[in-house]
């Protein structure tokens, strides 16, 4: 929706200290052998501790074939990494949803041109209506 439009992401966020200590944690919880890597079940328990689902097959499988190919399972800053990915991507849709309904002032669960048209006014007065009418045809290409 409106990632095509601005082109980027917002900056991703540094994980504060005690984030950073509660993955370590649940990495360490996770790897009950101490071998120093978690296996793709260990991984699959780390995110249900941590994000509350279960991840696919398939995302454990694509974490694990991306992290280290060649190894027997994702080591600590492999799994930090892919935890602080999954945490600014889980941010960035919640950024979404929140600016959605910003502009579904009426609740109906899509936007209209005129939804677009107030919102820019409020926010961008300036912005010359082809560029919001442009942003709207965007919007309806997602």
């Not at 101490?34 to 454990?60: C, Q, T, W």
């Not at 602080?84 to 889980?90: E, L, S, T």
Request: hydrophobic letters at 40%; charged letters at 30%.
């Amino acid at each position: 929706m409106f990632p095509s439009v601005a082109g980027t992401r917002p900056r991703a966020c540094e994980a504060s200290a005690s984030e950073r200590r509660k993955w370590v944690e649940v990495f360490k919880a996770c790897d009950e052998d101490n071998k120093g890597h978690l296996s793709r079940e260990d991984f699959k328990v780390a995110i249900v501790m941590l994000f509350g689902y279960k991840p696919s097959k398939i995302e454990a499988d694509s974490v694990m074939s991306s992290v280290n190919p060649n190894s027997s399972g994702i080591s600590l800053e492999g799994f930090l990494d892919v935890v602080k990915r999954k945490k600014d991507a889980q941010l960035y849709r919640n950024e979404i949803r929140h600016l959605f309904t910003a502009f579904d002032v009426h609740y109906r669960g899509f936007l209209t041109l005129e939804d677009f048209k107030r919102a820019f006014s409020r926010v961008a007065p300036k912005l010359p209506e082809r560029t919001v009418l442009e942003v709207f045809r965007i919007y309806l290409s997602c």
